[in-house]
């Protein structure tokens, strides 16, 4: 469970793509695992607020068990993460503001129709997602595996007319509020749907789905 006090440095933006982390080594996946947590906090002082992430057994990680997430408490705008297989897996709670804009920005995206990226059929539509409310994706950039930080609409370091989305702090990939990647950008794809399923209303579970 994280700490609502923790405080970090920016992560750090390698000159060389070369330099970007190897998420294969445990060490420095689990580095980006926090990274994108203390992320989220950072993001609560601003604008997201964050919800604390559920914590798998360390059991059923190691097996890359599916992982059960409580999405009960997340409210409309808040971004919580998971660990699924090691990796970060982000829930967003889409506002109607946000799903707006993702007919709204198509024109600029890469792979607006998600033709070229990775995701269950289920989720190859326009808001990546089985409930257009809620975005399960992972959160680790497709360029070099760095992880993006979510800048909320308007964010002023991201220039006028942003509508929100996520930032990869190593080479300025951008995404969109559906994981979807702007053109002419380092990350050659959207980012990565995991296989996922709701349970109930309030139980989203990770990593299968329900031909799994
Ligand atoms: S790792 Fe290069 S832009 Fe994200």
């Known amino acids: 469970m994280s700490n609502a006090s923790a405080t970090t440095s920016p992560p750090t933006v390698p000159s060389d793509p070369r330099d970007a982390p190897d998420v294969s080594d445990p060490a420095r996946r689990n580095l980006i695992i926090g990274t994108a947590v203390v992320g989220g906090l950072a993001g609560a002082a601003v604008a997201w607020p964050f919800l604390a992430s559920m ?3 360390e059991r059923a990680k190691a097996a890359g068990a599916p992982v059960e997430a409580d999405i009960g408490q997340l409210q409309p705008g808040q971004l919580m993460t998971v660990e699924w297989r090691g990796k970060p897996v982000w829930i967003l709670r889409r ?17 607006p129709k998600s033709l ?7 989720a190859q539509n326009e808001t990546r997602s089985i409930k257009p409310e809620y975005l399960v994706a992972i959160g680790i950039c497709t360029h070099l595996g760095c992880s993006p930080s979510e800048k909320p609409a308007g964010d002023p370091s991201m220039g006028s007319g942003w509508p929100g989305g996520f930032f990869c702090p190593c080479h300025g990939s951008r995404f969109d509020l559906a994981g979807r990647v702007f053109a002419n950008m380092p990350a050659p794809t959207n980012l990565p749907v995991p296989p996922y399923k709701f349970v109930s209303d309030s139980k989203v579970l990770i990593g299968e789905d329900n031909k799994g």
């Open 55 to 57: 914590a798998p057994s």
């Open 116 to 122: 070229r990226s990775e995701q269950p059929p289920y």
């Open 95 to 111: 506002t109607p503001e946000m799903l707006k804009s993702l007919t709204e920005d198509t024109a600029q995206l890469a792979d």
